[in-house]
């Protein structure tokens, strides 16, 4: 029952039913799963992290959930911790994707973008097709300055796909390499496709304000954040940029 109603992103009741069935036997290895996964869905990721290391203490060999913890100590940037469970969890299986996706992602919140780089081409070389792989290798790429290989990446993604995050990051990357007039109509094409997405108006903003137009970009941001006034980003950004004069 707590199973379904999780499914059904009904939580409180989720987790009701989940308490119940601890009650009957807290070393429940089944119903810790549960819960934790019900934790990880509402974001709660300590939560998530203090069920499922009670698993690992019975189970020190689950791999699926050492990936698990190290995914949620990844989604609190707790990127030290979360390489420790990941490489425990290839240790055990190095063929284990997530395992070896969520390792190159710590090491680029990090930015210890060669790490990155090197988990990311060993993935490749099984899989070099993956777009999702090939953005996270090019965001690397530019990271570490390597612009022009960086860009290779993300068109040979938007070769055979209408890549949503391959044209965001291509912008970002020409905008680094001085191509401000490129750049900026991927920026606007992006904006238009997607007018709820703050990204490609925050990078925008960041482009024009470092150009000289101060006005154009708080402009752009301040009609974002008048429909979207929910959106935290954005409100920091005209923040900063105010800062900055």
């Not at 190095?94 to 390792?103: E, P, S, T």
Request: charged residues 30%; aromatic residues 12%.
């Amino acid at each position: 029952v707590a199973d379904a109603h999780r499914k059904l992103k009904n939580f409180k009741e989720s987790e009701s039913y989940y308490m119940s069935a601890l009650q009957i036997n807290p070393r429940d290895q089944y119903v810790i799963v549960g819960i934790g996964h019900l934790y990880f869905a509402c974001q709660r990721y300590q939560d998530a992290i203090i069920w499922w290391e009670k698993l690992v203490d019975i189970q020190p060999h689950n791999i699926k959930i050492l990936t698990e913890i190290g995914n949620s100590y990844r989604k609190i940037k707790d990127f030290d911790k979360a390489i420790n469970y990941y490489e425990r969890a290839s240790k055990l299986d190095d063929r284990n994707f997530f395992a070896q996706y969520g390792l190159a992602e710590s090491y680029r919140g990090k930015k210890n973008f060669v790490k990155a780089i090197e988990l990311w081409e060993e993935i490749l070389k099984n899989d070099p097709e993956n777009k999702l792989i090939l953005n996270r290798y090019a965001d690397s790429l530019r990271g570490l300055g390597n612009y022009d290989k960086a860009l290779q990446c993300f068109d040979k993604i938007l070769q055979t796909n209408d890549d949503y995050y391959a044209k965001l990051g291509k912008a970002a990357t020409l905008a680094l390499m001085g191509k401000e007039s490129k750049a900026e109509t991927i920026y606007l094409l992006l904006k238009n496709q997607n007018p709820l997405d703050w990204r490609p108006v925050i990078e925008l903003a960041d482009l024009w304000f470092n150009s000289g137009k101060k006005e154009n970009a708080l402009e752009l941001l301040k009609e974002f954040h008048k429909n979207n006034p929910a959106n935290a980003e954005v409100g920091v950004k005209i923040d900063q940029l105010l800062d900055q004069g």
